[in-house]
């Protein structure tokens, strides 16, 4: 019999264990981070400074991203929910929580993750692919004119005088703020238009033209979710190349991973025996591809004019 309670006891420990680290597993994972960036996108931090947006970038709650003109910004909050913000748009992660709440019966406890996800958009527009949400979640975005709820769905809200909110999967309550018992519940492949000093229009069906298009930009909501890897080098050489009166030419070279060729710059940097930099010459790349991830190689040639010991490093700046 006691054999028996202490089996008991160890397995409700070892499920308790196994909770905890799965529910702290997923409150460090519930950081929002950018994954795609197209044209100008910035980050405000709290503040009314801005900076240059990043891949790799979290987004942490009261932050704002803006877009410039014919611009684009993808988020991903999890493995599965993600949002496209287009051009000429402004929005705030007004409320970003993870807890857990506590479910009881009379013979026994469940704890349940619950995240909660508010955006104030105060123009533009964001499109949202979201996986469905527990009974304790919610993730709703707030514009002028409009609140939009939901639970998990695939949806398109425009922020502007005019609010219009398109579903694509599920359903989203909408509703103006001056009006909240006036809800409107949307569904499938329907839209709204929500006016300033009015309740949201009824239902109608997208049209065939906008819904294509929506469709088609949900497809790659979730493609490319690899955050930008660090640049590496993979393989480095150098050779001699020619005995000249004015010295010896040697030939460098440099493998280069996760880089863009576009933007970056590589720099053979010469050292002497107390390691300081005698000279820095700008490496041509010689091996090249519109890949990120492709292997890029660099090249250059120095012709060492005096005697002495040296030592070379790559210099990379982006």
Not at 55 to 60: C, E, R, S, Y
Request: charged share 30%; net charge positive.
């Amino acid at each position: 019999m006691k054999k028996r309670n202490w089996v008991f006891v160890i397995i409700f420990i070892f499920n308790s264990v196994i909770f905890i680290f799965s529910a702290a597993a997923a409150e460090k994972n519930f950081k929002p981070i950018i994954i795609e960036i197209k044209g100008t996108v910035e980050v405000s931090m709290d503040t009314d400074k801005w900076q240059p947006a990043k891949n790799g970038m979290t987004i942490n709650q009261n932050n704002s991203i803006r877009t410039g003109e014919k611009s684009r910004v993808k988020i991903k909050f999890d493995e599965e929910s993600f949002s496209e913000i287009g051009e000429k748009a402004l929005m705030r992660l007004e409320t970003l929580e993870f807890k857990t709440v506590v479910k009881k019966t009379l013979f026994s406890s469940k704890e349940i993750p619950s995240k909660n996800i508010k955006i104030n958009m105060a123009g533009g527009s964001i499109l949202s692919k979201l996986k469905k949400l527990n009974t304790e979640s919610g993730f709703s975005i707030k514009t002028q004119t409009a609140v939009c709820g939901v639970r998990g769905t695939s949806f398109d809200v425009s922020s502007g005088d005019n609010s219009d909110i398109a579903v694509l999967e599920g359903e989203v309550e909408v509703a103006n703020p001056q009006f909240p018992d006036q809800i409107i519940r949307v569904k499938k492949n329907e839209q709204v238009n929500v006016k300033p000093n009015a309740v949201p229009s009824q239902p109608a069906a997208i049209p065939q033209e906008k819904l294509n298009k929506l469709i088609e930009s949900l497809k790659t909501i979730n493609k490319d979710i690899e955050t930008e890897e660090k640049t590496g080098i993979v393989n480095n050489s150098f050779s001699l190349l020619n005995e000249t009166p004015t010295g010896n030419e040697y030939e460098y070279s440099v493998d280069i991973k996760n880089i863009d060729s576009s933007k970056a710059k590589i720099y053979l940097v010469i050292l002497n025996e107390k390691n300081e930099e005698v000279n820095a010459i700008l490496m041509k790349c010689v091996q090249d591809s519109k890949n990120y991830k492709d292997i890029k190689k660099y090249s250059a040639k120095y012709i060492f004019s005096v005697e002495g010991k040296f030592s070379h490093k790559f210099r990379i700046k982006k």
